[in-house]
């Protein structure tokens, strides 16, 4: 019998955040195919990107959490990221292929000065 493995489902990352939409802010995705609960920085577009911790051109800055999945693999989407007073749960956040320690600590640290704490 194959196995399967489930991606991460919408919110599911998210531990608490503050009433209303405070927390929320809707978007746009520019490019990629991301699961609930990616690390997503923002382009000079200001469109929301996967973070780059390699780059140089300010998407190497975390700036929010991808609440649900989404695919703009083909064009831009609209999404809903959490950007503040929230609190998730580190073990199901996003990180790029590959990101070191060192860059998952500084997104981290991003993250948690715009009121996106981390708990594991």
């Given amino acids: 019998m194959p196995?399967?493995?489930e991606g991460t489902r919408t919110g599911e990352h998210i531990l608490s955040e503050a009433s209303g939409a405070r927390s929320r802010e809707n978007g746009v995705l520019a490019a990629g195919n991301l699961p609930a609960g990616?690390?997503?920085a923002l382009a000079a577009s200001?469109?929301?990107v996967p973070l780059d911790p390699a780059a140089v051109d300010g998407t190497e800055v975390a700036k929010a959490v991808l609440y649900q999945a989404a695919d703009a693999s083909e064009i831009p989407q609209p999404i809903t990221v959490h950007?503040?007073?929230c609190e998730v749960h580190g073990e199901l956040l996003g990180w790029p292929?590959?990101?070191e320690a060192a860059a998952i600590e500084k997104a981290s640290n991003d993250l948690v000065s715009r009121g996106v704490i981390i708990r594991d």
């Fill in 3 to 5: 196995t399967y493995t």
């Fill in 38 to 40: 990616a690390v997503l």
């Fill in 46 to 48: 200001g469109d929301y």
């Fill in 83 to 85: 950007v503040r007073a």
């Fill in 97 to 99: 292929e590959g990101a």
